[in-house]
Every structure is written in C-alpha cells, then in structure tokens.
C-alpha cells in the first residue's frame, strides 16, 4: 500500500502562489504516475496535472496550463504542485494520487487507486 500526505495547502491572495507537497510512505514512487486533483464545493473532482514515472512526460488541465508546474524528487518519494497566478476559481481541496505501479500515467481520476487525503486551497479576490 501506499500513503500518500499532501500539504502546503492555504489562504493566499489571487495572483499569489503556493507549492503543494505530496510525500508518499509504505512504498516508492518511482515505479508510479503520480497525478493531483482537486474538487471544489458543489464540483465533481477534476485532474490537475499529472506526471510519469521518470517525470519526462506531464499533463495539464487547460484550466492551469502555464501557471501551475508539477514536479518530482524520487529519491525524496515526493511530489509538487507550484501553483503561481492563483486565481479565486482555483479554491479547491487539492489531492495527491499514485497510479497502480508500471502503468502509463493517466489523467482521469479512474486510473490512481491511491490518494492522500486532500489540502485546502482558498485563494480570495
């Protein structure tokens, strides 16, 4: 199993930034692609970005496509999210999840079989 805990969640001013961080226990990232969503009140949860295994190949929502950076340190067991130009629409929960090891990263929510349990992400006009 894996264990996955994000943080760095918080209040920030639009056009303010945040890094979001996802550090995963029990096992290790680097066999999985690891992707970030979020779900706002009333909204069904949407990808954010998504990264593979190597971290040579990421994807984005056309919504945060330029101004949010997703990254990896394997060798931390961590992902990131940069999230600059934040905009009040980006208020969300934000959640971390890991694919099932060795397969192709995907973006829907489907295809990660483990998540952490979310960071609030307010962002005020």
């Known amino acids: 199993q894996v264990q996955l805990v994000e943080s760095g969640g918080g209040l920030v001013q639009a056009g303010g930034d945040l890094r979001l961080s996802c550090a995963a226990s029990g096992r290790t990232l680097n066999s999985r692609g690891m992707g970030w969503f979020r779900q706002a009140p009333g909204k069904e949860r949407e990808f954010v970005a998504a990264i593979s295994r190597s971290g040579d190949s990421t994807y984005y929502a056309d919504s945060v496509k330029g101004r949010f950076t997703i990254s990896r340190d394997n060798a931390k067991n961590t992902v990131y999210l940069q999230m600059n130009s934040l905009k009040p629409e980006d208020t969300a929960v934000y959640y971390c999840?890991?694919?099932?090891?060795?397969?192709?990263?995907?973006?829907?929510?489907?295809?990660?079989?483990?998540w952490g349990q979310g960071t609030q992400v307010t962002v005020s006009s």
């Open positions: 999840a890991a694919s099932t090891p060795w397969v192709r990263v995907g973006i829907t929510s489907h295809e990660y079989p483990y």
